[in-house]
């Protein structure tokens, strides 16, 4: 899939995010869904997201894709919630709101004279992980909701699953050229090794492990709490980075949000790590590389926001929320050996295993 000659996942990160005004936004609901009410802006990396507020409470999420974005793959999304819907009706995930023509989307043209998607979905109450005091039990129970999740998706597929994506730990080999854009000489020689690392460690072992839809983007902005116990999971949103591609990296990316808060940096994704296995056990190959794959989001991650945030100066906080912790994490996991960080990581999957030996 490509966009002129750059991958399609590269053209998506690389044009700028819609900017339509609130008004022209209101107008729009009301036009296609016969929603009237009050329009605020929701932060995005790639597309233009609004939440839509009725006199009577109700809430939508207004989504004006990123120009870039194929239709395609706005289907693809479209239909990953509406399986789940069907064969697990108790996930919690936003519904697709229809168009008054019954429609799942639309097309919109923007002022440029560019065409572009727009959808609705509801908007789910809750409070964002990232705003809470995490804890042992909130991590385990991100852990076993992820594994859902991943249950509920195993035997869902589409034709655009398979969509090119920057954010995909593993095809961290194509932003190598990135490499040379790190203008600090230390940490450009960090990134290197991590890139060797996944190249010479995680590349060869990829096609020996499972492969499905994932989320891909499972973490402390993406997942909701309940206000009153924030060891309840009441929302899991932003479906925009999910696509078809190795189980493993599912949960490695998704750890390594965990390093950051303890004493210790295991000790949170290996949490998160033993509760996601207890419910949808990791293979042998995968506990190998899973490590290996967390330290892979944390490279990618610096690449892309570093690259991004130049090239987008006014979304620039947006884009390098998770920069800083992703060069911490790295730093503190060049000082361990491979088998150091696998060990660690999974701790809690060992002592689980060894319990059931000794019952």
Known sequence: MMAGNRPMGTAALSTAVPNLALDEVRALVGRLYGIDGSVKPLAGERDQNCRIETADGRRYVFKISNPSEPVSVVDFQIAALEHMARVSPGQPVPHVVRTLAGRSRDTLTLPDGVQTTVRMLTYLDGTQIKETTR????????????????????????????????????????????????????????????????????????DSVR???????????????????????????????????????????????????????????????GAYHATLPLTDIEQEIVADLMATRHLITALI???????????????????????????????????????????????????????
Request: glycine share 4%.
């Open 135 to 206: 804890t042992a039990a909130q991590r385990r129970a991100m852990g076993t909701m992820l594994a859902e999740l991943n249950l509920a998706l195993c035997d869902f597929s589409h034709p655009s699953a398979t969509h090119d994506l920057l954010w995909n730990v593993s095809a961290a080999h194509r932003l190598t050229a990135k490499l040379d854009a790190i203008d600090d000489a230390p940490r450009r020689a960090l990134a290197e090794s991590f890139m060797t690392r996944f190249t010479d460690h995680v590349l060869p072992r990829l």
């Open 305 to 359: 926001s570093e690259w991004r945030a130049k090239c987008y100066p006014e979304n620039r906080d947006y884009i390098m929320r998770h920069n800083p912790a992703a060069w911490e994490a790295l730093s503190l996991m060049a000082d361990l050996s491979r088998d150091e960080a696998r060990d660690r990581l999974l701790a809690e999957v060992r002592r689980g295993k060894a319990n059931e030996k000794h019952n």
């Open 211 to 273: 492969a499905q839809v994932i989320h891909n983007d499972y973490h402390l902005y993406n997942v909701l709490v309940a206000p009153e116990d924030h060891e309840r999971i009441v929302g899991i949103i932003d479906f925009g980075d999910m696509l078809h591609a190795p189980l493993v990296g599912e949960v490695a990316t998704a750890a390594a949000f965990h390093m950051a808060g303890n004493a210790d940096p295991f000790e949170g994704p290996a949490q998160f790590v």
